[in-house]
């Protein structure tokens, strides 16, 4: 499947809602295995209900572009500067997280190796985006 047969899917108002339980069901498994099924269970309850309410709820139009229904050229920029911002507050979060580990005598772990994925994928981006133009 080319990446054009599968925009009309994932502009389907009920996509969100499959990637909400599969996800869920990603937790269920993982909790099950770490041998705490039960917080598995509330995460796929918690992500069941989000995505039944983005399938649902289509009268809003932030709610129709999350969902990929009602998405434009506008609703795209607003997207693209969105995922700048998410981006930017984790990689706050990560330093900080990084210096208060290191502040307390530890290794910076997990910090250090977020940090340093978000960084070299960083670069990558810059210099992919460069070489295409």
Avoid: K, N
Wanted: hydrophobic share 55%.
């Amino acid at each position: 499947m080319t990446r054009d047969s599968l925009r009309p899917l994932a502009r389907s108002r009920w996509f969100m809602l499959a990637v909400c339980l599969f996800l869920g069901g990603v937790c269920v498994l993982a909790s099950w295995l770490g041998g705490q099924l039960t917080s598995g269970l509330i995460g796929l309850a918690v992500l069941a209900v989000f995505g039944l309410f983005i399938a649902l709820a289509g009268g809003s139009e932030t709610i129709r572009g999350l969902r990929g229904d009602g998405r434009d050229e506008r609703f795209a920029q607003i997207d693209l500067r969105a995922t700048a911002a998410a981006g930017q507050a984790l990689i706050v979060a990560v330093v900080a997280g990084w210096l208060v580990e290191i502040a307390r005598g530890h290794s910076g772990s997990p910090y250090d190796w977020l940090g340093a994925v978000g960084g070299l994928a960083y670069a990558l981006a810059v210099a992919l985006q460069r070489w295409r133009g």
